[in-house]
Nanobody, 124 residues
């Protein structure tokens, strides 16, 4: 059974930082690209960041570039999202996901497995 379990979400004031973690089990972790997505109430799920199997390549949405950093530790089967300079518009449920194959990792449809999501709320 594949499981992706997020942690580290919660409440934070604008300008602060949070680090999200996603622990994976039931899959060969290093065979998958990993991604972070987010969804605000009434909005579609949107791409945030992705990282390839080794951690050597990353890609970010324009809205978070320069503020967020994605990383992975294959020995711990864990992917991270370090979020800095947080804004109220970052408020959303954040999901981690795993994708096999190559390319188009900014698309929701490319991902095989999803976590349950964790709430991030940024206040003014």
């Amino acid at each position: 059974q594949v499981q992706l379990v997020e942690s580290g979400g919660g409440l934070m004031q604008a300008g602060g930082s949070l680090r999200l973690s996603c622990a994976a089990s039931g899959l060969i972790f290093s065979s998958y690209a990993m991604g972070w997505f987010r969804q605000a109430p009434g909005k579609e799920r949107e791409f945030v960041a992705t990282i390839n199997w080794s951690g050597g390549s990353t890609y970010y949405a324009d809205s978070v570039k320069g503020r967020f950093t994605i990383s992975r530790d294959n020995a711990k089967n864990t992917v991270y999202l370090q979020m800095s300079s947080l804004k109220p518009e970052d408020t959303a449920v954040y999901y981690c996901a795993a994708a096999s194959g190559r390319g188009d990792y900014q698309r929701v449809e490319r991902y095989n497995y999803w976590g349950q999501g964790t709430q991030v709320t940024i206040s003014s």
